[in-house]
């Protein structure tokens, strides 16, 4: 039997032992995995004769113990049982399937100090935390572990953005109408094509989710009832995985507009491969522009097919994304009849810093969602001071009136450019995944691509046709008659000027402002990316 800790007193002896098994990613082979694990730990409680019952073998599937966002109902239940004084020794294939998180490495530690529990490793040590030995010798695993997760994150990201360009099958949570493997659920494909034909014929997100939850109008009618997708999912769950414990199904409650925004969002039902950058994942935006799931051809810089059969036209989709874009829409994108008149300058037109995305006006504030909040009225009268200013430049007629035509040519050009460039960073991402260059090379390959991506880019916009200027930039006095204007006048002219970025809300230096009883000053909220080369004149 393997040496008792100094804090194993004999409670604890008489307290159950358990078993926690976890793998991060079920590839179909996750059962055995688990039986495995379950399996080698407890032939190391039978040496130390030690029974471990089934009710006590706690286990997670695919389900990542390094990142601390995601929950492990199993492990959090593990936990609370030990601290309720129920589980007083825990067996684990290796530590790692504990943990890879410094900070849960604690909270073990304080249940070790306190003669809580005692943590058995299946081939390896038996731990006693509350030895400065076993502890420094744990830590040491933990952030060796905690480092390759980031590693293999690297990796696993560079693989997916790989698939993505010769058009394989994404990996994780299948959409509706669509198996794991891309193959086609035609009914759920049907229920896709109606949802996409309702919304061209002109029906709300909120319209159709109630259809899809089972109440529809004149038209939504061809829309069908559709079980929603984290419902379906846990259900194939538990019916893929019998002998474990069943996921606990969602509540049955309806469809929302954000699930069909998303529906509809989905490059995939047109046939693109795609990818979904990390910034994207992480900001959560179910919504985020279409272009930057869909990925390029690093060499002819045309967008990527997917293996799979499309349910809906590309240009259907292609529609969609169309009327999803107007900035005539109302930010959420919901009711019925026309949007809804702008009572604020920036609404819909301002963008975050963060995500790039459009701000919304949310009580008194532009607000994106974990990123900005900034107070409406005092950013509107500064952008506008600013604007009538650039207007009262005297070289104003050359700048927003003479823009070169495109040159199909030299626009050419520089796409192919950037297509080189993408090559680059692909390249790079792939000699990373098969250990040929560090994460350093990686970065300095990216960051140099990037860079000439973004001059590239900033060239071919700079070739495009510049559009009839508002009236306002043709009037004798520019800036007075932007002042006189209406809002959507207005907004035109900081359109067709600039991009206006609301800077990122940092709370420590309104608290300090705050118990100064000093106002935010208008000019540290607000960044102008110029568009024609304008800006207020030096003086």
Same mark, same amino acid.
């Not at 509107?380 to 199909?408: F, K, M, N, T």
């Given at each position: ?89 825990? *067996? ?21 100090? %306190? ?22 010798? #744990? ?25 993505? $360009? ?31 034909? %309702?919304?061209?014929?002109? #029906? ?6 109630? =259809? ?29 995985? /019998?002998?474990? /414990?069943?996921?606990?199904? /969602? ?7 954000? =699930? ?58 292609? $529609? ?17 009849? /026309? ?14 810093? %963060? ?25 509107? %009268? *500064? ?38 460039? $993408? ?34 880019? @900033? ?25 006189? @204007? ?54």
């Amino acid at each position: 039997m393997g040496r008792k800790s100094s804090n194993e007193t004999i409670e604890q002896t008489n307290r159950d032992a358990a078993i926690y098994v976890r793998i991060s990613l079920d590839q179909g082979m996750g059962e055995l995995a688990l039986d495995r694990q379950e399996k080698e730990c407890r032939d190391r409680a039978a040496r130390d004769g030690v029974e471990v019952r089934q009710e006590r073998v706690y286990s997670d599937l695919s389900i990542s113990a390094a990142d601390a966002r995601k929950r492990r109902p199993d492990y959090e239940r593990l936990l609370a049982d030990v601290c309720a004084g129920e589980v007083g020794r825990v *067996y684990v294939w290796d530590l790692d399937r504990l943990t890879r998180q410094p900070g849960q490495l604690d909270q073990w530690v304080k249940l070790a100090k %306190a003669g809580l529990c005692h943590v058995v490793e299946a081939h390896g040590m038996d731990l006693d935390l509350s030895r400065s030995g076993d502890l420094l010798v #744990a830590r040491i695993r933990v952030a060796v572990a905690e480092n390759e997760s980031q590693h293999k994150g690297e990796r696993q990201r560079a693989a997916n953005r790989q698939r993505a $360009r010769i058009g394989r099958v994404p990996v994780g949570n299948r959409p509706t109408g669509y198996t794991h493997a891309g193959e086609v659920i035609e009914e759920e494909a049907g229920a896709v094509r109606a949802v996409f034909d %309702a919304f061209l014929a002109g #029906a709300s997100l909120k319209a159709i989710a109630r =259809a899809l939850s089972g109440e529809r109008d004149e038209l939504t009618e061809g829309v069908p009832t559709l079980p929603r997708p984290s419902y379906r999912a846990a259900v194939e769950w538990n019916e893929r995985h /019998p002998n474990r /414990p069943p996921h606990e199904l /969602p509540a049955e409650q309806p469809w929302n507009s954000s =699930a069909v925004l998303k529906m509809l969002r989905n490059p995939r039902y047109a046939g693109f491969a795609t990818y979904i950058p990390s910034e994207v994942g992480k900001n959560g935006d179910k919504s985020a522009p279409w272009h930057n799931r869909r990925v390029r051809d690093e060499g002819t810089g045309e967008w990527v097919r997917g293996q799979w059969e499309p349910i809906v036209p590309a240009e259907d989709w292609e $529609r969609v994304q169309a009327v999803l874009d107007d900035p005539d829409r109302r930010p959420k994108i919901s009711g019925k009849g /026309p949007a809804a008149a702008r009572t604020h300058l920036g609404s819909g037109l301002f963008r975050c810093p %963060a995500c790039g995305g459009r701000v919304h006006l949310q009580g008194v504030c532009y607000t994106c969602t974990g990123h900005v909040a900034r107070k409406a009225d005092l950013v509107d %009268a *500064y952008v506008e001071s600013v604007i009538e200013a650039v207007l009262a430049r005297p070289d104003l007629a050359s700048l927003v009136c003479v823009r070169r035509a495109g040159d199909a040519t030299e626009a050419k050009e520089i796409e192919a450019e950037v297509a080189r460039q $993408r090559g680059r960073i692909e390249r790079a991402e792939a000699d990373y995944a098969r250990d040929l260059i560090r994460a350093e090379d990686l970065k300095r390959a990216r960051d140099v691509a990037e860079a000439a991506i973004r001059e590239a880019e @900033a060239r071919l916009r700079a070739l495009a046709d510049a559009p009839e200027p508002p009236a306002i930039v043709r009037e004798v006095a520019p800036a007075e008659a932007f002042r006189e @204007a209406d809002l959507d006048a207005k907004r035109a002219v900081v359109d067709l000027l600039c991009d206006v970025y609301l800077t990122k809300t940092d709370r420590s230096e309104n608290a300090r402002r705050n118990a100064r009883g000093v106002g935010l000053d208008p000019s540290k909220t607000v960044e102008f990316r110029w568009k024609t080369g304008a800006a207020p004149a030096e003086g």
